[in-house]
Structures are given as structure tokens and as C-alpha cells.
């Protein structure tokens, strides 16, 4: 079992930054790959980003790429998700999840743990 806590989330102008991290314990997170997804209020949860288990390969939505980045220190047992030029439209909750099956990581199916969220709110 692994056990996901987000922070980094709150209030920014259109046009800022923030710094999201997924913190784990319990187990390794090298053992996982780990996916950002962010989920707004009326609307499904969708995929925002995610990470291979040795941080080599990355993948972003298409509504993120050129703004957002992913990353992991697996010595800290963190990923991180850096959000630039955000726009009114990134306002949601975000979560971070993890998983080692061989269902896609685009889907929330593939993820085996989740943490808690933190919200994310980009004002004009």
C-alpha cells in the first residue's frame, strides 16, 4: 500500500504559477508510474499528466502541454507538477495517483491509489 497526500494547491491570478507535489509513504514510489488528473466542479475527472517510474518518459494532455511539467525525485518519494500560464479554465481539484498494472495511464482504471486532492483556483 502506498498512501498519496497533494499540497501546493490555492488561489492564483490568470497568468501565474504554482507548484503542486504528491507526496508518498508506505511504500517506494520508483515502484510506480504516477499520473496528475484534476477534476472541476459538474465534470468527469480527466488526465492532466503522468510519469514513468524512473521519471524517462512524460505525457500531458494536449490542454497542458507547453504549460505544465511533470517530474520526480524518487529519493524524496515525490512527483511534482509545475503549472505555468494558467488560465481560468485549470480550476479544479487535483489529484495525483499511482499505479503498476498494464492499464493505460491515461485512464483513471489504471491508477491503484489516490490522494486526497488540492484545489486549484486561477481567478481573472
Known amino acids: 500500500q502506498v498512501q498519496l497526500v497533494e499540497s501546493g494547491g490555492g488561489l492564483v491570478q490568470a497568468g501565474g504559477s504554482l507548484s503542486l507535489s504528491c507526496a508518498a509513504s508506505?511504500?517506494?514510489?520508483?515502484?510506480?508510474?504516477v499520473g496528475w488528473f484534476r477534476q472541476a466542479p459538474g465534470k468527469e475527472r480527466e488526465f492532466v499528466a503522468a510519469?514513468?517510474?524512473?521519471?524517462?518518459?512524460?505525457y500531458h494532455a494536449d490542454y497542458v502541454k507547453g504549460r505544465f511539467i511533470i517530474s520526480r525525485d524518487n529519493a524524496k518519494n515525490t512527483v511534482y507538477l509545475q503549472m505555468n500560464s494558467l488560465k481560468l479554465e485549470d480550476t479544479a481539484v487535483y489529484y495525483c495517483?499511482?499505479?503498476?498494472?498494464?492499464?493505460?495511464?491515461?485512464?483513471?482504471?489504471?491508477?491503484?491509489?489516490w490522494g486526497q486532492g488540492t484545489q486549484v483556483t486561477v481567478s481573472s
Open positions: 510519469i514513468n517510474r524512473n521519471g524517462g518518459d512524460t
Open positions: 508506505g511504500r517506494s514510489l520508483s515502484t510506480y508510474r
Open positions: 495517483a499511482a499505479g503498476s498494472g498494464m492499464m493505460s495511464l491515461y485512464r483513471l482504471s489504471g491508477y491503484d491509489y
